[in-house]
């Protein structure tokens, strides 16, 4: 960040009177310009035990298998995005979306959502950002051929989950300088 | 927004080509500028059923009562974020962390997140944002006088569940405007 967004002034980084954490602040109108992580939001659409994946049709990891998912938008819900992003993805409507993990990547101030949630039909089909969308059963997962991390960690605690048919909702973090942990709704495990 | 944070030059509102809502494009750079929900995370602090509150000293809502919670910092976790806000609201440490529920504020592009935790010591006291803090009996919450609707929810939902000593992971909306939903790890439920 170079310029203030509300009067075109410069802003220096600092931090401001009472605050504990460098800001961007005018110059000019000292306004103080806040930065926070943004919510990427998505489903596991789930037939008969099967994933479906979509190999990405646009950078970053294009090539690469990931679960449906994309920004929050502003006025938008979680479950209104999750069904959106499946939606222009995959073309499959999802029903009965269930909360099923939390992925925190704090090095790169993004947190992840996903829903697990039941594919009803066979009408999928590659969207625009997709070249091509397929279920997978669970021994089948391309596991070098994925997107993204967090992406990984929700498949791999998933097809963990599925064998026992057991889905507790967990928030997860996802560094790769520290070891993370895991927060369960139902308890706490050290990873 | 008026200026560019990049080059300074003015920004008009447009749909930029391959997108589907308007974003602020530079007139200068033409870099897009995209604008997110943040997120707001904080605990239900519990000692032997009873539940921490505290009265702000800040606005918006001074005099008000509320569950500590803050803004979702950059370079930080959720977990680590409700630890922190816990402890500058009300000086307690908290332990055991589990999620408790998500809420959804689409009309003013929040989305808050509680966990609930354990108040192990009765060394809590008023932080620099609170005018008090007190522990109280769920039959006791001041309701009239709870400064967020999004607190109000999770209290509502939290004392009732403290009655079954249940405490499913929910996702809920509030929404001005609309019927809200309510999503749940275990069920959906329609409000």
Chains 1, 2 share one sequence.
Not at 51 to 64: D, F, H, S, W, Y
């Amino acid at each position: 960040m170079n310029f203030c967004t509300q009067c075109g002034a410069k802003v220096t980084l600092q931090i401001p009177e009472g605050d504990d954490r460098p800001r961007f602040v005018c110059n000019g109108c000292a306004t103080i310009h806040y930065e926070n992580p943004k919510m990427v939001v998505g489903t596991i659409p789930v037939m008969e035990n099967k994933i479906l994946l979509c190999k990405r049709a646009i950078e970053p990891r294009r090539g690469k298998w990931t679960l449906p998912a994309g920004w929050l938008e502003n006025g938008e819900t979680v479950t209104t995005c999750a069904r959106r992003e499946t939606k222009e993805e995959t073309c499959a409507q999802v029903e009965e979306l269930r909360p099923y993990i939390l992925v925190d990547l704090p090095f790169i101030n993004q947190v992840y959502l996903f829903f697990r949630a039941r594919l009803l039909h066979h009408d999928f089909q590659a969207g625009t950002e997709s070249l091509e969308v397929k279920l997978f059963n669970p021994a089948d997962i391309p596991w070098d051929e994925l997107a993204f991390s967090a992406v990984h960690e929700t498949l791999k605690f998933f097809c963990e989950d599925l064998k026992k048919a057991e889905f507790p909702f967990r928030i997860i973090d996802i560094n790769p300088h520290e070891k993370g942990s895991i927060f369960c709704a139902e308890k706490r495990i050290s990873k």
